[in-house]
């Protein structure tokens, strides 16, 4: 559950690096020898139940041992006090492990509350002080160690989650980390230089300070229901409350008409379609059912689908190549012409996924693009055909002819076409001849296809139903994914390749003549399937998707976290 936003008070922090006159007893330090010693019985303890207790990836990553290294080095000197007090740096680690939440991540895995009580408290005598100073010291270091961790790497691995992504973090030097946090000026700089590199992680995160301090403020959703979809000039006592929360929400200027508060106003109209515009709504102003339960739905509920989105972006190294994403939940597709995630130099269209079917949804995985097919035969996957095909050409011996479809004797496009026969369909059914539908305007892959080989046989391509694309939720493939602009898609591939490529060429060497055409990529692109339901922009807004495969819901069991509310 969402904790709230901590503001460790001042005078407390003051008191953790000894500046605030009055808040702790004068003590005597404890000795170097007494303190070395505590800290290395502290290090011999802790780093058994690092290794086995943590519930992040920081044992996997090597923490016990950068903890270890750490202090042999120093002798067991202390990273955090010096002469009895907390260092400024130890208050500041303190007050990012409290304000993890910040970050994306729950404060009570770092233990900062625990640690500044601990800072904050004195134990007695000079024994029991070097005890509590210690303590303290390697307490505070393996927290941050398992802070560092979980930013850069995120709190579990993709394959836990299904997310089949090949990429590779550059690793972290966790013991050079640590010290760096110890003595650097800067905590909150070092720390953010262990995180994600891209542009739209930075964004995300901003956003989410936005948001966390929205969730404060839950009465902003307490709207009256609606009984009917409302459109302008409608009565609806409710106006005022929608007004305050579209202005909280940025969908709506503070200065704006106020209007009459008893109408649903063309102000408040166009207020709700700027918010539908942002979550993946029909864009149409009207205050419907799905779009109230939108409005209603919990600022906590936003913050976690933020917190589940930066930890997917975690589990991202940095782009080697410019690549090509697709972001699942949003049906949407993002071309980069650099290695940087900015807008100006991205590519984007509309695409099409797999249906919500388990069988059907379009996997996570990552591959690397090496060829494209111009005027492609499309093959039946096994599935359909065995499914959806031989019923429909066991009861009509016209489907073949009239869908263009071919019984094949071997895997090349120049096998051999087997004739209708019964005794044909027999073997089609058996497994020994292969369905494949002829290339032309109507095939279901449409005019060209993006091929990257994975396990799961799934690929870029276009398409004949256009109209499809109108829809907003588009989850109507059998899992590959179909793109709105194939031409240009097809021009950024072959941008760099020999031959000339341009958009002029593609677009006649798609619709001209009858022969299948592959072209193989010099420059093979990185393609990344992806899925996430929080998105921030540029300009300004964030956008929200439904979690239309449930990994929102799966990777929220995964980190052991209850339902947001």
């Given at each position: 559950?969402?904790?709230?936003?901590?503001?460790?008070?001042?005078?407390?922090?003051?008191?953790?690096?000894?500046c605030?006159?009055?808040?702790?007893?004068?003590?005597?330090?404890?000795?170097?020898?007494?303190?070395?010693?505590?800290?290395?019985a502290?290090?011999?303890?802790?780093?058994?139940?690092?290794?086995?207790?943590?519930?992040?990836?920081?044992?996997?990553?090597?923490?016990?041992?950068?903890?270890?290294?750490?202090?042999?080095?120093?002798?067991?000197?202390?990273?955090?006090?010096?002469?009895?007090?907390?260092?400024?740096?130890?208050?500041?680690?303190?007050?990012?492990?409290?304000?993890?939440?910040?970050?994306?991540?729950?404060?009570?895995?770092?233990?900062?509350?625990?640690?500044?009580?601990?800072?904050?408290?004195?134990a007695?005598?000079?024994?029991?002080?070097?005890?509590?100073?210690?303590?303290?010291?390697?307490q505070?270091?393996?927290?941050?160690?398992?802070?560092?961790?979980?930013?850069?790497?995120?709190?579990?691995?993709?394959?836990?989650?299904?997310?089949?992504?090949?990429?590779?973090?550059?690793?972290?030097?966790l013991?050079a980390?640590?010290?760096?946090?110890?003595?650097?000026?800067?905590?909150?700089?070092?720390?953010?230089a262990?995180?994600?590199?891209?542009?739209?992680?930075l964004?995300?995160?901003?956003?989410?300070?936005?948001?966390?301090d929205?969730?404060?403020?839950?009465?902003l959703?307490?709207?009256?229901?609606?009984?009917?979809?409302?459109?302008?000039?409608?009565?609806?006592?409710?106006?005022?409350?929608?007004?305050?929360?579209?202005?909280?929400?940025?969908?709506?200027?503070?200065?704006?008409?106020?209007?009459?508060?008893?109408?649903?106003?063309?102000?408040?109209?166009?207020?709700?379609?700027?918010?539908?515009?942002?979550?993946?709504?029909?864009?149409?102003?009207?205050?419907?059912?799905?779009?109230?339960?939108?409005?209603?739905?919990?600022?906590?509920?936003?913050?976690?689908?933020?917190?589940?989105?930066?930890?997917?972006?975690?589990?991202?190294?940095?782009?080697?190549?410019?690549?090509?994403?697709?972001?699942?939940?949003?049906?949407?597709?993002?071309?980069?012409?650099?290695?940087?995630?900015?807008?100006?130099?991205i590519?984007?269209?509309?695409?099409?996924?797999?249906?919500?079917?388990?069988?059907?949804?379009?996997?996570?995985?990552?591959?690397?693009?090496?060829?494209?097919?111009?005027?492609?035969?499309?093959?039946?996957?096994?599935?359909?055909?065995?499914?959806?095909?031989?019923?429909?050409?066991?009861?009509?011996?016209?489907?073949?002819?009239?869908?263009r479809?071919?019984?094949?004797?071997?895997?090349?496009?120049?096998?051999?076409?087997?004739?209708?026969?019964?005794?044909?369909?027999?073997?089609?059914?058996?497994?020994?001849?292969?369905?494949?539908?002829?290339?032309?305007?109507?095939?279901?892959?449409?005019?060209?296809?993006?091929?990257f080989?994975?396990?799961?046989?799934?690929?870029?391509?276009?398409?004949?139903?256009?109209?499809?694309?109108?829809e907003?939720?588009?989850?109507?493939?059998?899992?590959?994914?179909?793109?709105?602009?194939?031409?240009?898609?097809?021009?950024?591939?072959?941008?760099?390749?020999?031959?000339?490529?341009?958009?002029?060429?593609?677009?006649?060497?798609?619709?001209?003549?009858?022969?299948?055409?592959?072209?193989n990529?010099?420059?093979?692109?990185?393609?990344?399937?992806?899925y996430?339901?929080?998105?921030?922009?540029?300009?300004?807004?964030?956008?929200?998707?439904?979690?239309?495969?449930?990994?929102?819901?799966?990777?929220?069991?995964?980190?052991?976290?209850?339902p947001?509310?």
């Open positions: 559950m969402q904790q709230p936003r901590r503001n460790w008070p001042a005078a407390l922090l003051a008191a953790i690096v000894g605030y006159s009055g808040a702790l007893p004068a003590q005597t330090p404890p000795s170097g020898d007494a303190l070395r010693a505590q800290i290395a502290a290090v011999a303890a802790s780093a058994p139940a690092s290794a086995s207790a943590s519930r992040g990836l920081a044992a996997a990553y090597g923490a016990p041992q950068a903890l270890r290294s750490v202090y042999a080095q120093r002798a067991n000197a202390p990273l955090w006090s010096r002469d009895g007090q907390a260092t400024e740096q130890a208050a500041a680690l303190v007050h990012e492990l409290q304000r993890a939440d910040a970050y994306g991540l729950e404060p009570p895995d770092y233990g900062g509350d625990a640690l500044a009580q601990l800072a904050a408290h004195t007695g005598s000079a024994a029991a002080e070097a005890q509590r100073w210690a303590r303290f010291d390697v505070l270091s393996a927290a941050a160690l398992r802070l560092v961790t979980d930013l850069h790497y995120g709190r579990i691995r993709p394959a836990a989650a299904g997310f089949n992504l090949q990429g590779t973090h550059s690793p972290l030097d013991a980390t640590l010290e760096g946090l110890a003595g650097t000026r800067d905590v909150g700089r070092a720390i953010n262990v995180e994600p590199p891209f542009d739209h992680y964004l995300l995160k901003n956003a989410l300070s936005r948001y966390l929205l969730v404060q403020h839950p009465e959703k307490h709207l009256p229901p609606i009984s009917d979809s409302l459109k302008p000039g409608d009565p609806y006592p409710g106006a005022p409350q929608l007004r305050r929360l579209l202005v909280a929400l940025g969908d709506m200027p503070a200065d704006a008409g106020t209007g009459d508060p008893t109408t649903f106003s063309p102000e408040l109209s166009a207020g709700v379609r700027a918010f539908q515009q942002r979550h993946g709504k029909t864009a149409d102003g009207v205050l419907g059912k799905a779009t109230y339960n939108a409005l209603t739905s919990s600022f906590a509920k936003r913050v976690r689908q933020i917190d589940l989105t930066l930890e997917r972006w975690r589990w991202l190294p940095p782009f080697a190549t410019p690549p090509i994403i697709v972001n699942i939940p949003q049906f949407r597709l993002f071309a980069f012409r650099t290695t940087e995630d900015r807008a100006a130099s590519l984007q269209m509309d695409v099409i996924v797999g249906k919500t079917y388990p069988r059907t949804q379009t996997p996570v995985f990552e591959s690397d693009m090496r060829y494209v097919v111009f005027r492609p035969y499309w093959d039946v996957p096994p599935s359909i055909l065995r499914n959806e095909m031989l019923p429909k050409i066991r009861a009509n011996p016209r489907y073949l002819d009239a869908q479809l071919q019984i094949v004797n071997g895997q090349g496009d120049n096998s051999p076409v087997v004739p209708p026969t019964p005794e044909a369909i027999a073997g089609l059914a058996a497994g020994r001849y292969r369905l494949r539908q002829m290339p032309g305007e109507d095939n279901a892959l449409g005019l060209v296809k993006f091929m080989p994975n396990s799961y046989n799934v690929y870029l391509h276009s398409t004949p139903a256009h109209r499809l694309f109108n907003t939720v588009r989850t109507f493939s059998h899992g590959c994914i179909r793109v709105s602009d194939p031409v240009a898609l097809a021009t950024h591939v072959m941008r760099d390749e020999p031959g000339d490529w341009t958009r002029e060429k593609i677009d006649a060497t798609m619709h001209e003549g009858d022969k299948t055409v592959r072209v990529l010099q420059h093979p692109i990185t393609v990344l399937i992806l996430g339901t929080a998105l921030a922009t540029e300009a300004g807004p964030i956008q929200f998707f439904d979690d239309v495969y449930g990994y929102d819901r799966k990777l929220e069991q995964q980190l052991g976290l209850a947001a509310r």
